[in-house]
């Protein structure tokens, strides 16, 4: 992706966040603060959704929970896009809750799209052939 250089300035407390942000995981300063404003448009185009740091990396995910959008717009594609069907499915969220997820899919669709397709393709031959530690009885 193309990028372009520009020079703005930043509180010195938000330059020592970035950096240790930086530090810790092992990137450039650059990279992390591009980062996080990628994150930040993202959450102010997307009222509702927030980042977090999961097992998989930084995923976008309904706030207050633990959700992660991928999983609710792979159950609403499930059910043909029926909003009823997804809040049976999810009944302990929100309408609004799950109208961010939908709303953050159809900002971010390729992003979505390609988490989506990324579980799909964790079958179980995928998983012991990758991970042939976890098959039971082996060692």
């Not at 250089?5 to 591009?34: L, P, W, Y």
């Not at 909003?83 to 709303?103: N, P, V």
């Not at 390609?114 to 964790?122: A, P």
Request: proline fraction near 3%; charged fraction near 30%; include cysteine.
């Amino acid at each position: 992706m193309p990028t372009v250089q520009k020079s703005i300035r930043i509180q010195e407390k938000t330059f020592k966040e970035i950096e240790q942000i930086a530090g810790e995981s092992g990137k450039e300063f650059s990279t992390v603060a591009n980062e996080l404003l990628e994150e930040a448009i993202k959450m102010q185009r997307c009222p509702g959704i927030i980042f977090s740091e999961g097992t998989t990396g930084r995923r976008a995910r309904i706030a207050g929970t633990g959700i992660e959008v991928w999983e609710v717009i792979a159950t609403y594609k499930s059910v043909n896009k029926d909003l009823g069907r997804l809040h049976k499915a999810y009944h302990w969220l929100t309408e609004q809750q799950l109208m961010s997820a939908i709303g953050y899919y159809r900002a971010y669709p390729q992003e979505i799209e390609h988490l989506i397709k990324q579980n799909e393709e964790l079958t179980k031959e995928h998983v012991h052939e990758r991970y042939p530690f976890l098959i039971r009885g082996s060692r």
